[in-house]
């Protein structure tokens, strides 16, 4: 199993433009999620989902969008890149909305100018 | 809203040395409760998760306390070793996970 997977590992955007930070998992699990880790705020979590087609907000969710039309992808889209979104972002999946190990993927350093 | 607490920000301690590292939430109704480590980096792997329903799990050196009356969970880390130096995070919830700042944990040779 690969687990959970991101891509890219890194990019710079500038200001205004918009992207898609991948995330995928291989283990057939219902629960997906997306946090933001800041220096000295800890993780945060931005979205998350309960299973296909069902998706939520969570603490962060402002400018940010996500789908999720499979068990193993849940995209995760900037409409419109700040420079406040200048993160490290992780996706991470357990097996159901209330149980199991949360496993994270390698995370995505994504830099706004 | 759930607030997670971790407290040292930073310990330092000798190799060989016995340790523990500190968990408080404020709101006791958590599903679970999970310990990670993360390298500095890199991504967090998952050390132990302990169910709403148990008082402590351990794996190897390591051993996670809760106790929802209190508040607390401890991760208690035997023996410490150099590659023991890392981040060591506590996240607690159900459908949303919240996560405290972390204790940096430095192992001296």
């Known amino acids: 199993n690969a687990g959970v997977t991101q891509t890219p590992k890194f990019q710079v955007l500038k200001t205004g433009q918009s992207m898609t930070l991948q995330c995928a998992q291989d283990m057939n699990h219902e629960y997906m999620s997306w946090y933001r880790q800041d220096p000295g705020m800890g993780l945060r979590l931005i979205h998350y989902s309960v299973g296909a087609g069902i998706t939520d907000q969570g603490e962060v969710p402002n400018g940010y969008n996500v789908s999720r039309s499979t068990t193993e992808d849940f995209p995760l889209r900037l409409l419109s890149a700040a420079p406040s979104q200048t993160s490290v972002y992780f996706c991470?999946?357990?097996?159901?909305?209330?149980?199991?190990?949360?496993?994270f993927g390698p995370g995505t350093r994504l830099l706004v100018l | 809203k759930q607030e997670v607490t971790q407290i040292p920000a930073a310990l330092s301690v000798p190799e060989g040395e016995n340790l523990v590292l500190n968990c408080s939430f404020t709101d006791s109704a958590i599903y679970n409760l999970q310990w990670f480590r993360q390298d500095p980096g890199k991504g967090l792997t998952s050390l132990l998760l302990i169910q709403s329903s148990q008082r402590e799990q351990t794996s190897g050196r390591l051993n996670a306390s809760l106790d929802k009356s209190s508040g607390r969970s401890t991760l208690y880390i035997a023996a410490s070793q150099p590659g023991d130096s890392a981040t060591y995070l506590c996240a607690l919830g159900g459908n949303q996970f919240y996560f405290g700042t972390g204790t940096s944990l430095t192992v001296i040779p």
């Open positions: 991470a999946s357990r097996p159901s909305r209330l149980d199991g190990t949360q496993y």
